[in-house]
């Protein structure tokens, strides 16, 4: 069996500068680099994803006629209204220049009604390409990292604890909005007492 690094949205929208800046996060790109380099170095998948948004997106305020960063609905389900961001071929959606180029990729948030902040389903439990990927190559055990915290990398966590995966989460190559300003901290208790493992990068070999 076999791990994979998964590297959730380190688009240029999520970093400074972009429209949903995320505090910190051009920090972890180093951190990262280096772990792309070494899992590339011993044969391991390296898995990148990409929050992929039509601009008609129904989770932007500017379409929902919603205030930024508060709470409505989107087909039904609590939909938090955020800033335009991560459209589809805009710069804003694209990683981070300064990742290192990445050939898998997973893009999620495709559909205009429904959004998506795990990397294996969307809100309405719809699947994407990631697990039948993943098991495609015999991986069972990933380290997660990305953006952010508190949204898409903690709902990917949930879903690969849920779907059988030995889950480690790199908790300094990881950034949250912090809405609140405990919400990182939070969503990294809850992906723990979900079974989560929470490690610094400096300790994966
Ligand atoms: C994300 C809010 C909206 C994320 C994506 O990548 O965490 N957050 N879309
Ligand atoms: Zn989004």
Redesign the pocket.
């Known amino acids: 069996m076999k791990k994979a690094l998964l590297l959730?949205?380190i688009q240029n929208d999520?970093c400074e500068g972009g429209s949903?800046a995320v505090p910190g996060a051009s920090e972890i790109i180093p951190i990262t680099n280096e772990l792309i380099s070494k899992f590339q170095a011993s044969g391991d998948l390296v898995v990148a994803t990409m929050?992929w948004h039509p601009a008609d997106h129904g989770?932007f305020a500017s379409n929902s006629g919603g205030k930024i960063g508060e709470l409505g609905k989107l087909e039904d389900i609590p939909q938090i209204w955020?800033p335009d961001?991560?459209v589809q071929g805009t710069p804003g959606a694209e990683l981070h220049p300064e990742l290192k180029k990445i050939k898998n990729i997973i893009y999620k948030?495709t559909n205009p009604k429904i959004?998506s902040?795990s990397a294996f389903f969307n809100a309405s439990k719809d699947e994407t390409d990631l697990n039948k990927f993943l098991r495609q190559r015999d991986v069972d055990t990933l380290y997660i990292l990305g953006?952010?915290t508190d949204?898409?990398?903690k709902f990917t966590v949930l879903d690969a604890l849920d779907l059988g995966y030995q889950v480690y989460v790199v908790s300094n190559a990881c950034r949250g909005?912090n809405l609140d300003p405990n919400d990182s901290e939070t969503a990294l208790e809850d992906m723990k007492k979900k079974g989560a493992k929470l490690i610094e990068s400096a300790s994966i070999k």
């Open positions: 959730i949205d999520f949903l929050d989770s955020w961001h991560c948030g959004d902040y953006l952010a949204y898409c990398v909005v």
